[in-house]
């Protein structure tokens, strides 16, 4: 397993908790720092004693620091979320879909088919202009090969052409998704229960970060409020390169156009699943739209295309053919129980089968 040690989750937690590496040298009864010093950096392992102190010190279950899925301590989150989601709702659902993450990864590598690292960067740093965010979505729309509606082929293309985990998940309510960098590997979770505009953008939003983590790391919450000058504008670059990702010019360019119809801005935002707003100010960016059109548009004539579904734009089945297939093999190998899998992705066993067949995978276990 690569998972990280006890220590690495012990640090986490003490950091979470603002304590000082002496503060829980008490608590732990070490007679020296440099004891707590070596268990954190992994020099020393926890023992079966230490353990249980620590166990009790913080009130968790043993769970946390035996579990070889959970990547607390060693993953990187930044999420998208309404101001007024509370930041224990979120923690809590953090360390769920980290569990998610971190089997698909530890599942993979122990059948010998070990994630890849990401290779792929855009070369844009915080100096960079919005113009450059943008034309590197055309550009990564165009090497992912999209096709005429990006938003359809997206999650699929960042899988094959980009090894990132893609995850479709039923989100705490005000969560819209989240883009996660760990060891070896980069993923985002989107709340498939979002309006299927809302659903493309965040993960168009979301492999912009994965894609400039090092030069421009995103904050961890992403809620609008509280941001720096300069996060803001890395979130402004995120929006233009999501945009040029979902409504290259190449497309838009060949459709007969009727900006100022909001019938044909809402069917045109719904076909490419996205939402008439951002369609309307992509045609602004490109040009074929006048700003003080746009901005004397009656936008309460748009829709979000909530209720207004386009083929092949309905919720999408929970989590993703890509890791329902490992959990499959890891199933049919023997590497993991039908009911702890049951119980990470919170169904019954049956519900599981049932998830198995929903996504064409063949069921690996009995009922």
Known sequence: MTSAPAGTRLKALREQRNMSQEELSRVLGFDHRQTLQQIESGQRRLTAGELVAAVEAFGLPLDYFTNPYLIVGEARFSWRRDADTSV?????????????????????????RPVSPIVHR??????????DATDAGEAVAQFLDLGPIPSRTLARAMY????????????TVGISGAACLVRNLGAVLVNRGEAPGRRSYDLAHELFHIL???????????????????????????????????????????????????????????ELGVSSKALKWRLVDLGRLDRSVAR?????????????????????????????????????????????????LEVTVEGLGELFDAHGVARTFDI
């Open 88 to 112: 224990a709702n979120l923690d809590a659902f953090e360390r769920k879909a980290g569990e998610w993450i971190g089997a698909y990864r530890e599942l993979r590598t122990a059948m010998g």
């Open 122 to 131: 855009l070369n844009l740093t915080r100096a960079s202009s919005y113009e």
């Open 160 to 171: 094959e052409r980009m090894s990132i985990l893609v995850l479709m998940v039923d989100a």
């Open 212 to 270: 400039t983590w090092d030069a421009m790391p995103p904050e961890r919450l992403d809620d609008g409020e509280g941001t720096g000058k300069l996060q803001k504008r890395v979130e402004t670059m995120a929006e233009k390169f999501a945009s040029a990702v979902l409504m290259p010019a190449q497309i838009l360019n060949g459709i007969p156009m009727d900006a100022a119809d909001p019938a044909w801005l809402n069917a045109t935002a719904t």
């Open 296 to 344: 004397a548009f009656d936008d309460d004539l748009l829709v979000n295309n909530g209720g207004l579904l386009a083929r092949g734009m309905d919720a999408p089945l929970p989590f993703g053919r890509p890791f329902i297939e490992v959990m499959a093999d890891g199933i049919g190998q023997g590497r993991v129980s039908v009911g702890r899998v049951a119980a990470m």
